[in-house]
């Protein structure tokens, strides 16, 4: 008895500490990297009055480059950190390789992109939403994404990120860690809540905070049903691609209030499919292991 209350304990703590660990890990990277842009500016400055060195050291710090090198610096750690410890708590008779865990492939991999489709529409229409209710929130999400250069020529180190390093650590944070420990201690409906509320407090900003809310659902929900990090590291990364790359070919409507309502409930409806479908081709689906394992 007292051996389950102290594995109860241990995993309602780490249902949090991956998430602690993570902004303590970005803020690390952050001012050691802002420090060695300062050394660099200092070495390298070549102006004449000290307001120029201000200005130099400003635009480093607001730049692509130094916020590319953060978020890099941050997700490599991350990975490392996050993945040793996945590892050691819930990987230890479970295998990466995707063999076998899907028993439709087809359906799976429809899924995956009918999933991912339709989910950037679902965070197109309700950052739009949010934006016409709260235009403070905008302003704040548009600096995010000047200072990621998303908005223009975007940078070697963001796309590295943004494709693959980001994708890996969040998983690895969220629906490796997060989940897997609150699966423990709780009914697995209500651990897939949790880590997305976490998920979504993660970025920080209100309509990030939103939309990432609606995906880590979605995400806590497959990675349940497949119990393999490996999927839905892939189909964050592939909803990431859609996002930067994609979203340029995929036609928008919804200029009219009708018609918007219209293109989300279309967007929702896409998004269930593409989850009905990775369901059916998922090789065990699990339902019923509300406290397993404890």
Request: glycine share 8%; charged share 10%.
């Amino acid at each position: 008895m007292n051996q389950k209350k102290t594995n109860r304990g241990k995993y309602i703590a780490w249902i949090f500490i991956p998430s602690v660990l993570a902004f303590i890990i970005q803020f690390l990277a952050s001012v050691f990297v802002m420090e060695g842009g300062v050394v660099y500016i200092l070495g390298t400055f070549k102006g004449k009055t000290v307001t120029d060195l201000f200005n130099s050291i400003y635009d480093m710090a607001f730049s692509t480059s130094l916020n590319g090198m953060i978020y890099v610096l941050y997700s490599v750690i991350g990975i490392v950190l996050f993945l040793n410890y996945f590892n050691k708590m819930f990987m230890l008779e479970k295998s990466y390789s995707l063999k076998g865990v899907s028993k439709n492939v087809p359906a799976t991999i429809g899924g995956i992109l009918l999933f991912c489709i339709g989910m950037q529409y679902v965070s197109t229409f309700l950052t739009s939403a949010l934006a016409s209710a709260f235009p403070t929130w905008w302003e704040q999400y548009e600096m995010i994404m000047d200072s990621l250069g998303l908005e223009e020529e975007v940078s070697v180190l963001i796309l590295l990120y943004t494709w693959i390093l980001g994708p890996i650590v969040e998983e690895l944070t969220f629906r490796g860690l997060t989940l897997s420990a609150a699966k423990k201690v709780m009914p697995y409906y209500m651990a897939i809540i949790v880590q997305a509320i976490l998920f979504g407090a993660f970025h920080m900003n209100p309509i990030q905070s939103c939309y990432a809310f609606v995906l880590g659902l979605g995400l806590g929900y497959i990675m349940h049903i497949y119990d393999n990090i490996i999927i839905t590291i892939l189909i964050h990364i592939v909803f990431n691609f859609i996002g930067t790359v994609g979203a340029a070919f995929l036609p928008i409507g919804g200029n009219t209030l009708i018609s918007f309502f219209a293109w989300l409930l279309g967007s929702l409806i896409v998004s269930y499919i593409g989850l009905v479908l990775l369901k059916k081709g998922a090789a065990a689906v699990k339902e019923d292991d509300f406290f397993a394992d404890i």
